[in-house]
Structure formats: structure tokens, C-alpha cells
């Protein structure tokens, strides 16, 4: 029998505790493992930076819901980028990017990675024929976000995993703006699923966390040989919560669209927004890659407005609900200035975002609230 998302999500790598009958994983706040004589593991576990059984639960209910063979859960999501980076190259390898990819991804490539001889070259990733000409024989990684942050491009993740496969080169996509209940990337010929879960699956903005999915049992492996030996692990309080969180994503990310789609059409009609970026308006120039591979378009928006930075500046002051701070994917509303503030690192670089760019991660409050907030601050 084959289970729908929402009951893997609950109970895929969650048994009810076979000493208690806790139908929650417990929270397993232990370094060590009492071991029956010298090389006699009681339980399969050793030291919990190698495996902690509330880790487990969380990596095989993240597996489970990207259909994936292996799961393994990160201190954060830059860990769990790093991780793959460290895991499946070498120096003097090369990396494809997206051109407008997460300011904080950028910053590990070019400022910390580039060091260590691992090249790169941002590119426009909704573009084939750009990415095509810029793998070169030492591409060993395609790295994919779609939609990405925070300009909501879109990339043909299918179109993608025939170009790097055809090339010898492997598929990562940082899956963090649609969720595995949204989009899944390993269905699609994917190679690495990557997601900061602190994002949606995490879902209530109360801790930090990454993962990495592999499609294959081997590129599983690799990742959790080097997840071992770097040691990025989430810890136990830090899986439980995360693992609460991915519970309820499906009911959460509906409502994230539902509400996502209210928004988007007070910002279209709105005179002092001069453009809005969403998947899921028919001139998005990413619209049907988004349709075809994405079940909604999220609950990610950007704007720009009339009137340059400062405006954008002064409508992300003047909300009252929508509370202005990084982050994004929680049950609140966020508001923040990408320029300034989440992408402030790509400034001066090939990806640096538009001044006059406001960023909204909508929640699952009452819309009502949220569009009267938004139409006060708009002005
Ligand atoms: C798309 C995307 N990927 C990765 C990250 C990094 O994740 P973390 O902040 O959990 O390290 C972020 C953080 O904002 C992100 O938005």
C-alpha cells in the first residue's frame, strides 16, 4: 500500500516508542549509548553526532515525504549545502548556480568554497541553452532553486537533470520555497534534494535546521560519511521540533498558497506596485515550468514599487501584522527589504537584487487582516 503525503508525514519513521507506546518520537537527549561488551552495539547507535533516534525519525519522515532513498537532517540549511559540496567535490571542480540564487548560498560559493578551488558561474537558470554552454568538463554540480529567492524564478528542474546527466554532472535542488508538499524534485530525475528546513518545514520560526534527500542509496552514503565526519548535525530538541513542524505542512502550505493568492491580487491591482513576482500569475516568464512541476505556487511574493528603495524601505516600516525581519515559511507574515537585509552579502556581485524589491513570506493568519495591513502600508 502506497501512502499519501500527509500520512508519511506523520508516521513515516515515527512507530510509537516500543518500551512506552509514546506515539511521539521521544526526544532522545543523549551523547552515548550503553554498548552490550566491546563492539556489541545494544541498538545500533554509538554516539549521537553519527545517529540519534530523534534524528532518524526526522531523516526518514524527510526521506519519505521527497520520495527519496536517504534523509539526513543538518544544524542548518548552509550545513547541509556545505555538506554536499565537501561530500561530491574536489578542488578545481566547477559548480553551475542560479544567477539569483539565496544571498547566503552565493556567500558559501563565492567567499568560502571559491578559496578551496571549487569554481563556479552564476547563470539564468530558466534558460537551457545558457546553462548548457556554461557546464564545462570539470561541471560536477547543477545547482538548482526554483523558485528562488527572493526573485521567484523559476528553473525546469526535469529539463535540468537531462542536461547534467547528459554532462556526467549530478542535480541538487534547494527545494526550501515549495516544500516537498509542493514540489518534488527527486520525482522530476533529480539527483540531492537540499532545504533549509527552518523554512516551512520547520513552519512555526522556532529553530534552525537543514536536510539533505538523495535519490540513490550511494550518493546517500557519500552525504552521510561527510555529514559524520563534519559533524552539522541537528540535535535532538532541534529534530522533534522540526519533525513536529513537517506534521502539518500540508494543511499549513495550502493555506500558505490560499492566502499567498489573495495577496498577489491586492499587489497587481495596486498603482504604486510596478511589478509582482509570483509564479503563479500567467506572465510570470517561469508560469508553465512552475504549473507543470509545482501542485501551487507557495506562499512566497515579491513586489517592487514606484518610487526606489526608499519607498520599499519605508512599506516594509509602516506594517503592523506583517512583522519585518528575515526568514521566511513560519505561521506569521513576514516583510523585509532583500537588498538590505537577507541579500545585503550579493551586493556589488552579479547577484545582487533590485533595490526597490519588498519580499513578503504570507502566512496563515486571517486574510482579511493581512490585506488590510498590506493596503495600509502600501499608502
Ligand atoms: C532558499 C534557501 N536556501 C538555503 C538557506 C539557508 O538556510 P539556513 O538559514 O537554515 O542555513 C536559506 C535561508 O534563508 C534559503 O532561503
Redesign the pocket.
Known amino acids: 500500500m502506497s501512502n499519501g503525503f500527509e500520512t508519511l508525514a506523520i508516521h513515516a519513521g515515527q512507530e510509537p516508542d516500543p518500551l512506552t507506546g509514546a506515539v511521539v518520537p521521544p526526544i532522545y537527549a543523549t551523547s552515548t549509548y550503553k554498548q552490550d561488551g566491546v563492539g556489541g552495539l545494544r541498538s545500533g547507535y554509538e554516539y549521537s553526532r553519527s545517529a540519534n533516534p530523534t534524528r532518524t525519525a526526522l531523516e526518514e519522515a524527510l526521506a519519505a515525504v521527497e520520495g527519496g532513498a536517504r534523509g539526513l537532517a543538518f544544524a ?6 556545505d555538506t554536499v559540496l565537501r561530500a561530491l567535490c574536489k578542488p578545481l571542480d566547477h559548480v553551475v548556480i542560479p544567477n539569483d ?5 552565493y556567500r558559501l560559493f563565492a567567499k568560502v568554497n571559491e578559496r578551496w578551488g571549487l569554481h563556479y558561474d552564476p547563470v539564468p537558470l530558466g534558460d537551457l541553452d545558457a546553462v548548457a554552454a556554461a557546464v564545462t568538463p570539470k561541471t560536477r554540480l547543477i545547482w538548482v ?1 526554483t523558485p ?2 527572493p526573485l521567484l524564478g523559476i528553473a525546469d528542474i526535469a529539463g535540468l537533470a537531462q542536461l547534467a546527466h547528459d554532462c556526467g554532472a549530478l542535480l541538487v535542488v ?1 527545494n ?2 515549495a516544500s516537498p508538499y509542493l514540489q518534488r524534485p527527486l520525482e522530476l530525475g533529480a539527483d540531492i534534494v ?6 516551512y518545514v520547520g513552519g512555526h520560526s522556532d529553530v ?3 536536510a539533505l534527500v538523495a535519490g540513490s542509496a550511494e550518493v546517500g552514503e557519500q552525504l552521510a560519511y561527510h555529514q559524520n565526519a563534519m559533524g552539522g548535525v541537528a540535535g535532538p530538541f532541534d529534530s522533534f521540533l522540526t519533525l513536529r513542524g513537517l506534521k502539518t505542512l500540508g494543511v499549513r502550505m495550502d493555506r500558505h498558497c490560499d492566502n499567498a493568492e489573495r495577496v498577489v491580487d491586492l499587489l497587481t491591482a495596486h498603482p504604486r506596485v510596478t511589478q509582482v513576482l509570483y509564479p503563479g500569475l500567467a506572465e510570470h516568464p517561469g508560469h508553465e515550468v512552475a504549473a507543470k512541476q509545482m501542485k501551487r505556487f507557495g506562499g512566497m511574493v515579491s513586489f517592487r514599487v514606484a518610487g526606489g528603495e526608499a519607498e520599499a524601505v519605508e512599506i516594509c516600516n509602516r506594517t503592523k501584522l506583517f512583522t519585518l525581519g ?3 515559511g513560519g505561521v506569521e507574515s513576514l516583510i523585509e527589504h532583500p537588498g538590505r537585509m ?1 541579500h545585503a552579502s550579493a551586493a556589488g556581485s552579479p547577484l545582487e537584487v533590485p533595490a526597490d524589491l519588498v519580499r513578503l513570506s504570507v502566512g496563515i493568519e486571517t486574510i482579511d487582516d493581512l490585506l488590510a495591513d498590506l493596503s495600509q502600508a502600501l499608502g
Not at 101 to 105: I, V
Not at 194 to 199: G, I, P, R
Open positions: 542548518s540549511g548552509l550545513a547541509a549545502e540564487a539565496y544571498g547566503g548560498t532553486e528562488t529567492n534547494d526550501t520555497f537540499v532545504h533549509s528546513t527552518t523554512k534552525v535546521g537543514g528575515e526568514s521566511l537577507t
